[in-house]
């Protein structure tokens, strides 16, 4: 399975951190890592619900999480937000 590198940031952290993703994931199974990985690097500050969205940080144009990521786009050097 072919994996990409993507950068997310979390405003209300005001934390960026690098992720691995694979290509061939629907999104919404990438968003539960991510929020997962947001919990733990924060020491558990960032409490994800089922509200919480990726979008893409140069627009906030929100992701549609039933879309593969490679259906969707996001290639290696990619920049996400988590919100």
Do not use: W
Not at 5 to 12: K, R, T
Not at 39 to 63: K, L
């Amino acid at each position: 399975m072919e994996h990409i590198l993507i950068e997310v940031f979390v405003p209300a952290l005001e934390l960026t951190f690098d992720a691995f993703i694979p290509l061939q994931s629907p999104m919404y199974e990438v968003l539960e890592l991510l929020k997962k990985a947001a919990t733990e690097m924060s020491d558990g500050r960032f409490v994800a619900d089922r509200t919480t969205a990726i979008c893409h940080r140069e627009n906030g144009r929100i992701i549609n999480v039933n879309l593969s990521v490679c259906e969707l786009g996001v290639r290696n050097g990619s920049k996400l937000m988590l919100i």
